[in-house]
């Protein structure tokens, strides 16, 4: 069974937002001014969108090269070739009611989604599969709005079969990984990428010999540098708690669990089953 995961190859609306977090303050405001003004940015010059943005035209296209794109035009091109329908713009209208309030959050789930399958690598997947799936015991850790993503990818682990463990408490989470050695894996979730506890755990793994795996919002982040395997996940929002990254976050681990899962179905049916079984009694 073959698992397709490469998605709507990386539309430019969804690689600037992926590198939003790796952007200069200069070339951030750049990327968001296209975002929100895409019709604006195809029809106009590289100059133009300097001037608008208050920046210099080498600010532009630094922006666009770190986006991955050879230059400004090739920025416009992929920018033509989206559907409209993934543009940014509805979220930008005022909220006249509760409703419409939760409705943009629901478009900015969906973008989140949408954005970090658009950015996911079938090489970069794979080798977290690989890694997940030859693992002696797997640590996970996370803090914050992050460690209920870690628990989350917990759980999948034990409805796997897998060794793991997913201490709470973040000094637990350095402590285990002071044990870890060269054939286990160490999981570490992150959306910033720059929060002490979760790099301390990877420093600690890396010293250990073990495999280290991050999902992050930042690619460019202290946490990612220190990862064997980065997975990002890509939210527009902002805030340091951002629900739709999160969600991403949700969404990236049932994709590895699923994979997983058709990797050895019998095995994965075999697990459920017993665990099934175990908790049975406790139906009313």
Same mark, same amino acid.
């Given at each position: 069974?073959?698992? #397709?995961?490469?998605?709507?190859?990386?539309?430019?609306? $969804?690689?600037?937002?992926?590198?939003?977090?790796?952007?200069?303050?200069?070339?951030?405001?750049?990327?968001?001014?296209?975002?929100?003004?895409?019709?604006?940015?195809?029809?106009?010059? @590289?100059?133009?969108?300097?001037?608008?943005?208050?920046? $210099?035209?080498?600010?532009?296209?630094? @922006?666009?090269?770190?986006?991955?794109?050879?230059?400004?035009?090739?920025?416009?091109?992929?920018?033509?070739?989206?559907?409209? #329908?993934?543009?940014?713009?509805?979220?930008?209208?005022?909220?006249? %009611?509760? +409703?419409?309030?939760?409705?943009?959050?629901?478009?900015?789930?969906?973008?989140?989604?949408?954005?970090?399958?658009?950015?996911?690598?079938?090489?970069?997947?794979?080798?977290?599969?690989?890694?997940?799936? &030859?693992?002696?015991?797997?640590?996970?850790?996370?803090? &914050?709005?992050?460690?209920?993503?870690?628990?989350?990818? *917990?759980?999948?682990?034990?409805?796997?079969?897998?060794?793991?463990?997913?201490?709470?408490?973040?000094?637990?989470?350095?402590?285990?990984?002071?044990?870890?050695?060269?054939?286990?894996?160490?999981?570490?979730?992150? *959306?910033?990428?720059?929060? %002490?506890?979760?790099?301390?755990?990877?420093?600690?793994?890396?010293?250990?010999?073990?495999?280290?795996?991050?999902?992050?919002?930042?690619?460019?982040?202290?946490?990612?540098?220190?990862?064997?395997?980065?997975?990002?996940?890509?939210?527009?929002?902002?805030?340091?708690?951002? @629900?739709?990254?999160?969600?991403?976050?949700?969404?990236?681990?049932?994709? +590895? *669990?699923?994979?997983?899962?058709?990797?050895?179905?019998?095995?994965?049916?075999?697990?459920?089953?017993?665990?099934?079984?175990?908790?049975?009694?406790? %139906?009313?």
């Amino acid at each position: 069974m073959t698992v #397709d995961l490469r998605g709507p190859v990386n539309s430019a609306s $969804s690689r600037l937002r992926s590198v939003l977090p790796k952007l200069s303050e200069s070339e951030r405001r750049v990327a968001l001014w296209v975002l929100e003004n895409v019709d604006a940015t195809i029809r106009h010059s @590289m100059s133009a969108i300097a001037q608008a943005t208050d920046v $210099s035209d080498t600010t532009v296209l630094r @922006m666009c090269r770190t986006a991955g794109f050879e230059g400004f035009t090739d920025l416009k091109l992929a920018l033509a070739q989206e559907p409209r #329908d993934t543009r940014d713009g509805a979220g930008n209208e005022p909220e006249a %009611s509760d +409703l419409q309030a939760a409705a943009r959050l629901f478009r900015a789930v969906a973008q989140a989604i949408s954005d970090t399958q658009g950015v996911l690598n079938e090489a970069t997947f794979t080798k977290a599969l690989d890694l997940i799936a &030859g693992a002696r015991h797997i640590l996970v850790g996370g803090v &914050g709005g992050s460690g209920i993503v870690a628990q989350a990818f *917990y759980q999948r682990c034990i409805r796997l079969g897998l060794r793991c463990d997913a201490p709470v408490d973040s000094q637990l989470q350095i402590m285990h990984s002071a044990l870890v050695g060269p054939e286990d894996l160490v999981v570490v979730i992150s *959306y910033s990428g720059i929060t %002490s506890d979760p790099v301390l755990i990877l420093q600690e793994a890396k010293a250990r010999g073990a495999a280290t795996l991050c999902i992050t919002g930042n690619s460019a982040s202290p946490l990612a540098r220190l990862a064997d395997v980065v997975l990002v996940s890509v939210s527009h929002e902002q805030g340091s708690e951002p @629900m739709a990254a999160q969600i991403a976050q949700m969404t990236l681990i049932d994709a +590895l *669990y699923s994979a997983l899962v058709a990797r050895n179905t019998e095995r994965a049916q075999l697990t459920e089953e017993r665990m099934v079984n175990a908790i049975l009694p406790k %139906s009313i």
